[in-house]
């Protein structure tokens, strides 16, 4: 029997073999709605979801599977997940997503011409917190990522999976993956940076106090732009 497919139905298909989104987590029973929302988005369209656990035992495991196409545990650090995931897609772009960012559908559907014809790049940023100073915080970092053509793991990177090979995937390092990748990655082509925002968990702000987290998340940057050890940095950033 031949099923005969609309425009729409046609344009929907072809994103199944196209992009395909990696999230890795630990302990998120907190973000469980966000995982949840954005997982099921993707699905909807047809994009592969690709969830990689780094050990978590506080029964993030037993839900999450449900949300994914793929399930995959991996050893813990963010780096090491992100290449597990990457190393069992089925899609010819990746789209790198933290457990605590979220995407809407309308900035997804606007977006993934771009994605599905790009060598890399990311989204704009938002942070959800409603207070004024966020939108001063998230625009510095949109603004600087256009400026230097370095990404964050926040902004979710997105790569064609055969210059992510190219360049030997993330770097196996506890802290700054994304910034290391962007500085390889864009020896090799300019970032696509989308005007459309991913909205990023404003948690690490609220625990730590936001100018505290500013000026920590700045020097940590600087000190690893001068030379010093992202395991060094690792201990900083989470004390």
Known sequence: MVVLLGKGQVAEARWTSVISVIIPVLCEVEN????????????????EVIIVDGGSDDGTQELVRAFADNFISAPLGRAKQLNAGAASAKGEVLLFLHADTNISN?????????????????????????????????????????????????????????LFYDIGGFADIPLMED??????????????????????????????????????????RFAYWVGCSPERLYKRYYR
């Open 32 to 47: 469980i709605s966000t995982l949840r929302q954005s997982t099921h988005m993707f699905r909807s369209l047809g994009i």
């Open 106 to 162: 309308e900035a997804f559907v606007q977006a993934r011409d771009r994605i599905g014809s790009s060598e890399w790049g990311r989204f704009d940023v938002r942070i959800d917190n409603s207070k004024w100073f966020y939108r001063i915080v998230e625009y510095m970092i949109n603004l600087r990522s256009r400026i230097t053509g370095i990404a964050t793991g926040d902004q979710a990177i997105f790569v064609r999976k055969s």
């Open 179 to 220: 910034v290391e990748i962007s500085r390889r990655l864009k020896q090799r082509a300019r970032p696509v940076c989308l005007k459309q925002k991913v909205v990023t968990s404003a948690r690490y702000w609220e625990k730590h106090g936001l100018f505290t987290s500013v000026l920590r998340m700045w020097s940590i």
